[in-house]
């Protein structure tokens, strides 16, 4: 779709679309970006006008051909070069007029009645003709033929433009042909009504210029009946309007501007003379956009780095940092309370440290812009962070647990294990973190949950020896308690030698030898424990069986230290439980040094001082 530009005469209004049909409400400049080659025809349809495109694409202009207070409307094509081509007229002769600016269309149309045109073509300069036609309205040559032979003051237009108008009016009257036919060739244009046909000066610039309060508005004043036009820094043209027969005007812009934008108004006379461009600066009186704290930095402590909201920190002098508006001022209020003030850079940043460290507790951080015209913008969202710098207390100590072997459960301190992963817990500060160490090394940490406890497991096994446990606490601020007390124990898992058996009394008892402290299990061939105990301190043990074990029964004898470790088993065979008949014919020596006497057969004779 081609873009349509309409500029309305009476008030000088611009509206722009993409589209194929666009409708007049008064007289206007219609502007249609396309190449000249670009028009296939023009037809009128009652009071619109068509343009048919080499594409394809139709446009409609409706509503063209109603002539208003300014006259009918104009239609001009703007190229891809920037160059202007208005169309004199559409339909009678379809010829091309370069023109500097949509301006020289506009002079002098508040001024045009009803039924004229708003527009006289011999104010724009020198007349383009295409396929053979010449202008439909003055100008140059062609068209000639009037007053040929009588003394009337107009000549005819004799060869037009090709010949420069030479011989324009050559048997007319006194004052025929001097004029005729300049702009076809090297005659002169005949004037604007009410203007000076020798007027080659363009208007003063514009001055009183001066925006309405809220910007919608530029009034000021320039040379009486002059068109005026309103552009921004970038040459956009924001705004169009006429200045009264005093020089007046007050044209409506396109937007508000009230944040010290730069306009300049720029006239242009009923002669198509451009004067001079005056600009003007707006009152700044929008606010800044609320600055945005995008990172609050811990820089100090065992936990550095960048704070969440929310978060706690051993820095009472964090960095924020943030983004808003360039060469504004950003004022940082802690708890509601300005505490400092920073400057936003050339690219959008800013920093600030507080120069007074922030107290103990909860802070909620926000910041406001100040612009250079002492506009103050809303506050940001607020950034919460706590202040802790003091650490936590030591903590209590450590349970160990052995979860493994035969012997499990709580280890006490100066206690053997088995398990070289044992299993250690405690209790500290919520969202803390518990740092185990190992005989002064660290060897893992661990963080306190919401129940306020801990537990951890040695990813590497503990070698066999003694260990002391010790622990750290670090809260969510960074700040490291002094270290806890000392929990002893030992880790073993070398077994003990196997136990001997030496005795079965009467299949109800078992005696023999094992390693010192050494807890003594007994178990049938069933593996059913049927007596248990312990060797005293020099490895000898008796322990009392459950029931007597017959003859022929196998049990067996494990002896577990105090880690857990197990032995490898001593296995006996129960093969006489009949005591031996009581020694008989006993006989003392004469130097009291010898006993004799009878016993049953291999027995064993133990000789005892009842003394």
């Known amino acids: 779709m081609s873009k349509i530009t309409v500029i309305s005469k009476l008030t000088h209004k611009e509206t722009v ?61 703007q190229e891809d070069n920037g160059a202007l081509w208005w169309i004199a007229d559409p339909i009678a002769a379809e010829s091309y007029q370069s023109i500097a600016s949509l301006d020289v269309l506009l002079a002098g149309t508040t001024t ?35 007053g040929s032979d009588g003394d009337s003051s107009n000549g005819g237009g004799g060869d037009g433009g090709s ?59 320039a040379e009486a009946n002059s068109s005026i036009t309103i552009t921004d820094a970038n040459g956009n043209v924001v705004g169009r309007g006429q200045t009264n027969s005093n020089g007046e005007f007050t044209i409506d ?52 780095g960048s704070l969440t909201s929310g978060q706690t920190t051993d820095d009472a002098r964090p960095t924020f940092s943030g983004s808003g508006e360039a060469g504004s001022t950003i004022t940082i209020y802690d708890n509601g309370t300005a505490i400092g003030t920073a400057q936003v850079n050339g690219d959008g940043s800013w920093s600030f440290i507080p120069a007074t460290a922030l107290g103990e507790g909860a802070h909620q951080i926000t910041t406001r812009a100040t612009d250079g015209a002492g506009n103050t913008g809303p506050a940001s969202p607020v950034f919460s962070i706590t202040v802790d710098t003091i650490a936590p207390n030591a903590p209590s100590g450590v349970t160990v647990s ?47 949950g919401t129940d306020g406890k801990w537990s951890f497991t040695p990813e590497t096994p503990l070698a066999d020896g003694a260990h002391a446990i010790t622990l750290t606490e670090t809260d969510l601020a960074g700040n490291t308690s002094a270290p806890s007390a000392s929990f002893d124990f030992t880790i073993d898992r070398t077994p003990p030698d196997q136990p001997t058996i030496t005795q079965i009394p009467n299949g109800n008892q078992v005696i023999g030898t094992a390693e010192p402290g050494s807890t003594i299990t007994i178990f049938n061939s069933l593996g059913t424990v049927i007596g248990s105990g312990t060797a005293d301190a020099r490895g000898q043990f008796s322990v009392d069986l459950k029931e007597a074990q017959a003859v022929g ?33 006993l006989q003392i020596s004469a130097d009291g040094a010898t006993v ?16």
């Open 402 to 448: 052995d979860t493994t072997g035969t012997q499990q459960g709580v280890v006490t301190a100066g206690q053997s294990t088995d398990d070289n992963r044992p299993a250690l817990s405690g209790t500290g500060e919520v969202g803390s973190t518990i740092t185990i160490y190992d005989n002064g090394q660290p060897v893992g940490q661990a963080t306190v």
């Open 163 to 221: 010949d420069g108008g030479s011989d324009g009016g050559s048997d007319g009257g006194s004052d025929g042909g001097s004029d005729g036919g300049s702009d076809g060739g090297n005659g002169t244009n005949p004037p604007l009504p009410g203007t000076d046909p020798n007027d080659t000066t363009p208007p003063g610039a514009p001055g009183n210029l001066k925006f309405s309060a809220d910007g919608t508005q530029l009034s000021g004043s």
């Open 553 to 585: 029964d196998t049990f067996t004898v494990v002896a577990s230290d105090a880690a857990g470790n197990p032995s490898q088993p001593a296995t006996a065979v129960v093969s006489d439980i009949t005591p031996p008949d009581a020694p008989t014919d």
């Open 253 to 304: 812009l396109d937007k508000p501007y009230t944040n010290g934008e730069t306009l300049t108004a720029t006239p242009t006379d009923g002669a198509g003379n451009v004067g001079p461009g005056t600009p003007v600066t707006a009152a700044d009186t929008t606010p800044p956009e609320a600055p945005v704290i995008n990172t609050v930095a811990d820089d100090v402590g065992s936990v550095t």
């Open 17 to 77: 679309t993409d589209g194929s049909q666009v409708t007049l409400n008064d007289s206007s400049i219609v502007k249609i970006n396309a190449e000249r080659a670009d028009i296939l025809d023009y037809e009128r349809s009652g009071n619109d006008l068509i343009v048919k495109l080499a594409d394809g694409e139709t446009l409609t202009l409706k509503n063209f051909f109603v002539s208003g207070e300014q006259g009918i409307s104009q239609l001009v094509l």
């Open 112 to 146: 045009a009645s009803a039924g004229e045109a708003a527009i006289w073509p011999w104010a724009l300069g020198g007349v383009a003709v295409a396929g053979g036609i010449a202008l439909a309205a003055g100008g140059g040559g062609g068209g000639g033929g009037g």
């Open 596 to 611: 004799t006497g009878k016993a049953e057969a291999g027995s064993t004779v133990t000789v005892r001082d009842d003394l």
